[in-house]
């Protein structure tokens, strides 16, 4: 009965410590590029990976389930995984409470000019711009998960005037809605601060390009806290450098870390951060597993299992 | 039938234009330095003021009401006003949302690191930094006003672990609440991140100062969106230089505009903001004060009116 940890990424001490707490008995086993023996395959039940070679999870006959060790499950999916054996989503609300946090900062930090008093206080200028109402600055939310229906509630508490689009239809109380293909450009031509929050998939991959962009009003701002490839990266520069978008705020890349040659680092009008919008903690997140295995052994399925069809 | 308004920092032109749409029949009057005539002193019933000469408003003999262009009123108490005219605060929803903005703002600037990531994207340095439980992080408010009672639970629906401090005791759902002398010790010594909305008044005039701030724990971050007179300007900058106080975001300021040889605006650890953090925004600010014209009218007080005890 076993747990079998596959990232290079995640600190797998305190994962290791914190499930032992949580389940005594569960037998914890690390994959790592370097130790590709785990044991007996026939005691691996659980996998908690991210970002795993294709195929590394297929000599696993009694393998049970597969966590993602984020919110996301594109790093898992098209990786030639074992069928029938349910993935599962990381649904924390650390990874909630984080993500909030840097939409709302992002959101104030353009709808307020922090940077323009930022650059007042290098040339020791005082100098105030206007302010603008909050009930006619509009927000949109692109993706309506557990993720962006939070950060659009909080956006909405503020008193934004928010809106969302999803794939399919939501109806969602204090925020105007929008779906489909068909409701995209209604919901891009109203917004002035676009937040990505989608799940990367198919009908996802490139959604912020020359296309969609130009339904933007003029001088909009783009903050992509989701995946590198929602974004078409040569689009958006372009956009920006028309003038069009006045300011992109990046998380996510196409490949991770961004090279230090891509332009986006030195670019005047763009945001670069680390993949920290929302870090996975384990001191919360570790919390959620345990409770997922302990559905699994008394016959529960775990939650949020991805749908094949979706894709998340 | 009259107003004076009587300003050298606010709009007089939106501020006319707003009064004569809500109430045609108000003569509006503008009281400058170069234009010392407002007429027969005996029209002016109410005064709208920012900042007047000690004295400036006794010569009315019909005046009803003095409303301040601001939340607070230390730019009016002690300037000699004429005795029995109520003094009234502009507490203004859009002054709030600002206030909330700035204040979630600053906190989550210094929650989430935002300036090491900034500095990391001037190195195109790729770096994570852990991310702190947002339910362990301890902000204490410092006033709890209509300002003070807002940013305390906009923070608390972040699910921020919040206390907040005033004069008399006051019990708020969702934080937690200290008062009066005794009770500021034990509410700095949990308090990491400490926002101060008081009003500025004998009492609390000074009281970030080197007795207070070293009750703070070592690292912990100032922001002061009330006014200047709040800090010891010298006290702070030898907390800061000595590394028990982290940062400082400084909104206010004892002389305003900050003068330009002022060490707050090129110490390092300091962010200087040229009084931003909410403007009075005459869109709806002048519907608060023709609401409370419009009751004066009708025989009932304005709100809120100054108490002359507490000033405030």
Known sequence: MALLFSSKSDDV???????ARELPDLDFRQWTPALDDVGDPAD?????????????????P??????????GVDHLIGRDLPPNVPVVRLMDPGLTRGMREYVLYWVLHHHRRFADY????????WQQYGQADTRTRRIGILGLGVL???????????EFDVAGWSRSPKEVDGITTFHGKDGLTDFLCRTEILVCLLPL????????????L???????????AARGGHVVDDDLIRALDSGHVSAAVLDVFHTEPLPPEHPFWD??????????????????????????????????????????ETGY
């Open 44 to 60: 691996i039940e659980y996998v908690l990976a991210w970002g795993p070679k294709p195929g590394a999870f297929m000599g696993f």
């Open 118 to 125: 930022a650059e007042g206080q290098n040339k020791n200028r």
């Open 214 to 224: 130009s339904q933007l009003p003029s001088g909009a701002v783009v903050i992509n």
């Open 201 to 212: 998939t198919p009908d996802t991959a490139g959604i912020i390009n020359t296309e969609t």
């Open 62 to 71: 009694n393998l049970k389930c597969i966590f993602s060790l984020g919110a």
């Open 13 to 19: 001490d305190r994962w290791r410590d914190i499930l």
């Open 148 to 158: 962006g229906l939070d950060a659009a509630a909080k956006l909405a508490a503020l």
């Open 267 to 308: 670019h005047p009008k763009v945001t670069v951060t680390p993949h920290i919008a929302s870090l996975t903690m384990p001191e919360t997140a570790a919390l959620v597993v345990a409770d997922n295995i302990r559905r699994i052994r008394t016959g529960q399925p775990p939650e949020p299992i991805v749908d094949p």
